[in-house]
């Protein structure tokens, strides 16, 4: 596989036609990650509508994630079996598929049903997209193209709520789909055109004991983590078990990995330093936002008694300077390296973070805009230059196995970060209330609401302190496997 990937990849640049196919990654990328959180924002109109209760909704979520932290994996095997182009088009017929039986949708079952296909689509492209960008992009060119790829990654989950708001104001939820699916057809159209195979299939020989155990492994520990989330506890007997489970699956996945000759994930990639330490800060990363994603919305509707809309709008300037900013942190990475982003940039979350721990009822809404702004740009520092220097270290017949790890290790982070902040969040309610409160005022469980948010935003803080600690040790990498000569 190393010659045949090596072989495409030293090619020169004006081989492929990188504009339309980055075009045709970042409009498909776009709409995919849109619908992840558009839903979110309609969460109380679907419990409305099918009757069901909340954890049932959840499962919406839930189960997007778990699809992603099972096929992801898989990945980088796949990438290994088909072309580019193929994979493209697949991709985006689950995803269309997806959006089209969600906006038909006349059960709460048929719903469930897009949202595992949809997620199917967005399992085969979010890695099929890096791996293509690593084959086709020179390394000196690579933190730029990356940052474009981090405005769509960070950009359209940021602006999902505030876009399903407004629709949510004069229209139903079918609505969020009717309006994504004619972007995903344009996708496609432009991809069938525009796509060009950067890589030659290897096909290894595949290993169903390993699919099986990374199915058991990683499925186990999101759904565990995820029903922790959902406000199940820690101690209930089906999170306990998931998560043992995955633990367990994953140990004897990693052994038989090193095992064998052609492994399903090549586990090779932690040899490389900065690999690993871009993938911590990756991880530390995904961690604080996707907790802090979860904990804003909550405190500005319950503490600060925002509509679904008000709150989305609030947190929108955030999300549009973060996606302005991944472009030009890329740049920046391509001239002077990470190290001079990256710790400055976690200095930014942790300053960012410390403000929103001193939220109460009285906070501005102006303090929340401009602490998450700085979140923002904190994480846009972060982000996009981490992950491309580690990737950058790979040779290129680990492309696949890097990118697949990323993408699979971001996922389970996602689901703990969320988890951990929620449960956090409740254990700091109760005490609160069991800790002499005065019950007989009105506002009580509002500041028990807030004690629970502040308490959650403390975990999300040390996080990002270890995160600074291993911003530390990253060093700019110097390419020297044969990419580096396109």
């Known amino acids: 596989m190393s010659h045949s990937q090596s072989n495409t990849s030293t090619q020169s640049e004006g081989t492929f036609k990188v504009f339309p196919i980055l075009t045709s990654f970042l409009i498909a990328g776009f709409i995919g990650l849109f619908s992840e959180t558009a839903l979110n924002m309609a969460l109380s109109n679907l419990i409305q509508d099918f009757g069901i209760h909340e954890t049932t909704a959840q499962w919406l979520t839930t189960g997007y994630l778990l699809t992603l932290g099972i096929l992801v994996p898989v990945s980088g095997l796949i990438l290994q079996w088909f072309t580019t182009r193929q994979l493209f088009v697949v991709s985006l017929v689950f995803s269309i598929i997806g959006t089209f039986i969600a906006a038909i949708a006349p059960s709460f079952g048929f719903l469930m049903v897009a949202r595992v296909v949809q997620a199917m689509g967005t399992a085969l492209m979010l890695p099929l997209m890096f791996n293509?960008?690593?084959?086709?992009?020179?390394?000196?060119?690579?933190?730029?193209?990356?940052?474009?790829?981090?405005?769509?990654?960070?950009?359209?989950?940021?602006?999902?709520?505030?876009?399903?708001?407004?629709?949510?104001?004069?229209?139903?939820?079918?609505?969020?789909?009717?309006?994504?699916?004619?972007?995903?057809?344009?996708?496609?159209?432009?991809?069938?055109?525009?796509?060009?195979?950067?890589?030659?299939?290897?096909?290894?020989?595949?290993?169903?004991?390993?699919?099986?155990?990374?199915?058991?492994?990683?499925?186990?520990?999101?759904?565990?983590?995820?029903?922790?989330?959902?406000?199940?506890?820690?101690?209930?007997?089906?999170?306990?078990?998931?998560?043992?489970?995955?633990?367990?699956?994953?140990?004897?996945?990693?052994?038989?990995?090193?095992?064998?000759?052609?492994?399903?994930?090549?586990?090779?990639?932690?040899?490389?330093?900065?690999?690993?330490?871009?993938?911590?800060?990756?991880?530390?990363?995904?961690?604080?936002?996707?907790?802090?994603?979860?904990?804003?919305?909550?405190?500005?509707?319950?503490?600060?008694?925002?509509?679904?809309?008000?709150?989305?709008?609030?947190?929108l300037p955030g999300g549009i300077i973060n996606g302005l900013l991944s472009p030009i942190m890329g740049s920046l990475f391509d001239r002077f390296g990470p190290k001079w982003l990256v710790i400055p940039g976690l200095a930014l979350v942790i300053a960012s973070l410390a403000g929103f721990y001193t939220v109460d009822l009285d906070t501005s809404s102006y303090f929340i805009v401009g602490m998450h702004i700085l979140l923002m740009i904190g994480v846009s520092m972060i982000m996009m230059p981490a992950q491309t220097n580690g990737l950058n270290q790979l040779p290129p017949e680990l492309y696949p196995d890097g990118t697949a790890i990323m993408n699979t290790l971001q996922q389970v982070a996602g689901a703990i970060g969320t988890a951990v902040a929620i449960s956090i969040l409740s254990s700091g309610v109760k005490s609160y209330m069991e800790g002499g409160a005065d019950l007989s005022n009105p506002l009580t469980p509002l500041l028990a609401f807030t004690s629970g948010v502040q308490n959650a935003f403390l975990f999300a803080i040390i996080a990002a302190v270890v995160g600074f600690i291993v911003g530390l040790f990253v060093k700019r990498v110097k390419v020297d496997h044969p990419m580096s000569s396109s």
């Open 132 to 315: 293509t960008i690593l084959l086709i992009v020179p390394p000196h060119k690579r933190g730029k193209i990356m940052g474009l790829m981090g405005l769509v990654i960070m950009f359209a989950p940021a602006v999902g709520p505030t876009l399903s708001g407004l629709i949510l104001e004069s229209l139903t939820w079918h609505w969020i789909f009717w309006i994504s699916l004619p972007f995903l057809l344009v996708a496609l159209v432009f991809g069938i055109f525009f796509m060009q195979n950067v890589s030659t299939p290897t096909r290894p020989k595949i290993d169903i004991l390993s699919i099986i155990l990374s199915t058991i492994g990683f499925g186990g520990v999101v759904y565990g983590f995820s029903s922790a989330g959902e406000g199940g506890g820690w101690s209930e007997p089906v999170v306990i078990i998931s998560i043992a489970a995955g633990v367990i699956g994953l140990i004897i996945f990693c052994l038989r990995q090193r095992t064998m000759a052609q492994p399903m994930l090549n586990l090779k990639t932690f040899k490389y330093p900065m690999f690993v330490v871009g993938l911590l800060l990756v991880l530390i990363c995904m961690m604080v936002i996707l907790s802090s994603m979860i904990l804003l919305p909550l405190y500005l509707q319950t503490s600060l008694a925002m509509t679904t809309f008000a709150a989305g709008l609030l947190l």
